[in-house]
């Protein structure tokens, strides 16, 4: 029970090849979701990030992996989650979901990744001046060649993710093991049983930072359509990747609150603080190890920026070849490489427009990170209140499609599983956009300029700008759209007596 794909939309599918088997999906999620850029910033918090880490890895990760392996293994059409949402509530919602779930990439690799990059550059291979000529060059550089990593045919391009995961996954590991051997020569910081106990300053600072972190992991469906078997190898990469995540972040956010102190973690420098420091134990050699850190990191994330916009644009390019954005120009993939190259460019160039927006607000590099990387993870977060409730009407909408992996519980607990996700999404959602206020709820001071290093005037009217330019933009889109949709000629057929109109909307 689907509704009709336009015929731009299925002329588009005709083109893919594929390409994806179970492993290559499985390093594709790895290299995409699971980040370095959030572990400072989270481990800001103390040790308690530690603890919310857990809890959420409990009580959201894992029912939210359950969730979406069933239903990536059941709706396997290229477009993920666009075509989820499109299908439980019509074309309008699944463009907004769509546009929203698209603009995060380009926003948080021009607005954040390109800072932390150019971080790590600065502390351990050359200085670069804030605002300098190299400063703005080796950003865009950075911004382009994860744009022209996504257009490569994915064919070929698939080994870039698979190299970026299995170095990303070996830094760590030296990180942690190296933290250990540090811990047992020096001594840790001081942490004590106490420190990790949970507080209401670290759900609502932490919660939107680790759910950016632990989201994500279904979106490999977006590139369904370019999978060997997406039945089988769906619930395969997203369960095993989903645990890859849950330990490649308890482990280094306890190694950093084990050897700096509390009070010297900062957003964007944490990750550099942390392996300065334990990187000691090695000596003279400690200079060049932390050096070819550097190189290794700065790749990981243009790997991570590129595994997210190989995603995210192939979704966006099915939305707009199903007539939910603008009139088709962008729902086009190149024939010989297979890839959506339209909304490639159309991505590299919001990343552009971010990056150099972002290096005009005032304050500090970690102030303009910090702020820059909430404003992605709003409107990531943003669209799983779209997404969620999707995966939770599916399975009622439609109980007799064959489901290949099926959670063993009943419709009504598949539903209270989706609902405590979205529960948290929907409090992730508001702290994000509105930090501050369920701390002065509940008595806790919150000096906003001290904890942003910017005034909430600058902070809102950049988070809410971007959001309402969203919208109108994705309005925009919808209406530009109206042409292709007219596309739309023969419904697919239905289960039963329930059917579906051209819209998605559902149908006694």
Known sequence: MTATPTALAQEQEARLFKSLGRFDLLFLLIAAVVGLETLGQVSAFGAEAFTWTLVLAITFLIPYGLIFAETGAAFTEEGGAY?????????????????????TQPVWVGGSMAFLATEGWNINLAPISSGSFADYTFKLVFTWLTVIAAIVSLRYGKWLPTVGALMKV???????????????????????????????TGLFGATPILLFAYLGFESGNSAAGEMKNPARDVPFGILRSCGTAAV???LPIFAILMVVPKSQITGIGGFFDATATVFGVYGGAAGPLLKILSVCLVFILMTQGASWMIISDRMQAIAAADGAFFGGFFGVFNRRLSTPVRVNLLSGTVATVFMLVAMQLSGSAGAIFGVVLTIAISTFLLSYLLVIPAAI????????????????????????????????????????????????????????????????????????????????????????????????????????????????????
């Not at 299908?87 to 546009?99: H, N, S, V, Y």
Request: proline share 4%; glycine share 14%; with cysteine.
């Open 83 to 103: 075509t989820w949402v499109r299908d439980a509530f019509g074309r309008k919602a699944g463009a907004i979901a769509a546009l929203l779930t698209w603009v």
């Open 170 to 200: 070996g830094l760590l590991v030296v990180f942690v093991g190296t933290a250990i051997i540090y811990a047992i020569e020096n001594g840790t910081s001081g942490l004590s049983l106490g420190d990790f106990a949970p507080t209401a």
């Open 248 to 250: 490649c972040y308890l």
């Open 393 to 508: 009407r599916l399975r009622r909408l439609d109980p007799e499609r064959p489901r290949p992996f099926r959670v063993p519980v009943s419709d009504r607990g598949f539903a209270i599983m989706g609902w405590v996700c979205f529960a948290w999404i929907a409090l992730g959602s508001w702290v994000a956009v509105f930090p501050g206020t369920l701390e002065g709820l509940v008595g806790i001071d919150y000096g906003f300029d001290d904890v942003w290093g910017v005034s909430r005037a600058t902070f809102e009217v950049f988070t809410i700008g971007t959001l309402l330019v969203l919208l109108a933009l994705g309005a925009v889109g919808y209406v530009g759209g109206a042409r292709v949709r007219r596309g739309i000629t023969v419904a697919k057929p239905t289960v039963g007596t329930a059917t579906l109109n051209t819209e998605g909307n559902h149908q006694a």
